[in-house]
């Protein structure tokens, strides 16, 4: 069997214009030192899975290609994108096309600028599909029918070799409260195990929480890479949300009857924290954004004013210990 070594990337949060995400990251130099630190290693594929963007603009989707597909290539990688509930699906398809623009991807059937952006691709023996997770102005994450039916469809003959999914949205449960009000949902995760469940699917891979998690449902694999842009913390009181300045990324090898992550995190300063909210702005953010049921179960939840989290946090609303 032939094996295969994946660099697992999320949440690069690339702009239009390269400002610093919070004010504070440099994205494409995070994304540099994550690529630098397993520089010495060739891959088949680099994966980001979603949250490609922070503004969903074409020319950030331009920026963050030119700086990684050349490093891929050098490497003997073609490069796969999934969209994030950042991202953007007409502006995304314009520079990506179904995730997959170095192959020959068949595409979720439509004409609709602003339908899934679901691809699929078969190489030297392994399939790759695409999912997308992103529901348009939110920050939570649905799979419609459709997309459900196209996997359905591609799974119904084995590959030689197996299948890898990409989907933004982690079919398991948040760390957070505020990273669960904006997870995927819980019948969509359910149904997406159910559907790849026995079949030659070997790995789903996952971004959107910003740390590294692997868990096996019913016997199959779902890895969470760390974020390029940030770090979340596990560990903190699940009310409240933190990140810390780091990158990091996994490294995924499939091979035989076995599917080994190795994730890499490193902090660039000892304390400082990108953002902290309280439980109070947690709770506003959640009103705001979070699932509907979700953000109706929050008592605090009552926004004073229009927060823009998923699709950009207002520096205002940052806690003064960032």
Known sequence: MSGLRILHLSDTHFSEDGGRHYGVVDTAEHLRR????????????????????EDGSEEAYRRIRAQLEPWAQARGARIVFAMGNHDRREAFRAVFGGGQPDAEEQELSGSAADRPVASVVTQDGWRIVVLDSSV????????????????????????EHGTVVVVHHPPIPAQTDLLQALALDAADGEQLVDLVQGTDV???????????????????????????????????????????????????????????????????????????????????????????????AVPSATPAEPITFPVAVSPARRSSSS
């Open 202 to 296: 070997r790995v789903i891979l996952s971004g959107h929480y910003h740390l590294p998690v692997t868990e096996f449902v019913r016997g199959v694999p779902i890895t969470v890479a760390p974020g390029v842009t940030n770090l979340s913390v596990a560990f903190g009181d699940p009310a409240e949300e933190s990140a810390v300045n780091g990158f990091g990324g996994s490294v995924v090898t499939i091979d035989d009857g076995r599917v080994r992550v190795v994730p890499f995190m490193q902090r660039l300063t000892p304390d400082d924290l990108v953002f902290h909210f309280d439980a109070q702005v947690v709770g506003e953010i959640i009103a705001d954004a979070g699932r509907p049921a979700i953000a109706a």
């Open 34 to 53: 994550a690529l630098a630190h397993v520089g010495h290693l060739l891959f088949d594929l680099v994966v980001v899975s979603g949250d490609v963007a």
């Open 136 to 159: 348009p102005g939110v920050g939570y994450g649905d799979l419609e029918d459709e997309q459900k039916q196209f996997l359905r469809e591609i799974l119904q003959h084995s590959a």
